[in-house]
């Protein structure tokens, strides 16, 4: 079992960053992809990033392309989502999930073997 906890979901102005992280337990990361999602008020919960499971590819949703960087620190058994210039239509509930080798267009998919609880953000205008 991998036991995920995401952290660093605050209330923002609209261009300011933040970094999510997602701490995991149980096992470590290292073959696991990772995917960070989002669910705003009302709609359903949307990919947001991926990472390979080997680090070596990453993928984003066109709508935080250029403005949100995944990345992983395997050592601390971490993953993290930096989110620059953020906008209201930011949002939302953030999950980070893991899935076991998986490559990120399978995690876009989100067929996930394990979820967090989430952390939201939200950002002003």
């Known amino acids: 079992q991998v036991q995920l906890v995401e952290s660093g979901g605050r209330l923002v102005q609209a261009g300011a960053s933040l970094r999510l992280s997602c701490a995991a337990s149980?096992?470590?990361?290292?073959?696991?992809?990772m995917g960070w999602f989002r669910q705003a008020p009302g709609k359903e919960r949307a990919f947001v990033a991926a990472?390979?499971?080997?680090?070596?590819?990453?993928d984003y949703a066109d709508s935080v392309k250029g403005r949100f960087t995944i990345s992983r620190d395997n050592v601390k058994n971490t993953v993290y989502l930096q989110m620059d210039s953020l906008k209201p239509e930011d949002t939302a509930v953030y999950y980070c999930?893991?899935?076991?080798?998986?490559?990120?267009?399978?995690?876009?998919?989100?067929?996930?073997?394990?979820w967090g609880k989430g952390t939201l953000v939200t950002v002003s205008s």
């Open positions: 990472i390979s499971w080997s680090g070596g590819t990453t």
């Open positions: 999930a893991a899935g076991l080798l998986k490559m990120t267009a399978a995690i876009k998919g989100g067929a996930m073997d394990y």
């Open positions: 149980g096992r470590s990361l290292s073959v696991y992809g």
